[in-house]
């Protein structure tokens, strides 16, 4: 019975190898110097998926502006319109009356 799905997505982590807590211990004197590297490189790939998060965000919170003023601005055209159209039909049906007396 196989348990693991065959399509992971790209993006879950996985682990390759076991990370021994002493290792950590020796090694941190030589990675303290690598410290503004490694920190430059996390900064670089936060930086990258922020942008492109920001990107989306306000992209859709645009287009759902967009569409509300946009819905706004018909109804505005709408009532408008329906002015006009009276006012015009008005108008006819006064001169229309006037020439017939």
Do not use: C
Not at 3 to 15: E, G, K, S, W
Not at 85 to 98: C, L, P, Y
């Amino acid at each position: 019975m196989n348990l693991i799905p065959r399509n992971l997505p790209r993006y879950v982590p996985t682990l390759t190898e076991i990370v021994d807590p002493a290792s950590l211990l020796r090694t941190s004197s030589t990675s303290s110097s690598k410290f503004p590297e490694i920190s430059q490189f996390v900064m670089q790939q936060v930086e990258q998926v922020l942008d492109r998060r920001l990107k989306e965000e306000t992209d859709a919170m645009l287009r759902n502006w967009v569409t509300g003023q946009l819905g706004t601005l018909r109804l505005h055209l709408r009532d408008e319109l329906a002015l006009v159209v009276r006012n015009a039909v008005a108008e006819a049906i006064a001169s229309r009356d006037g020439a017939q007396e």
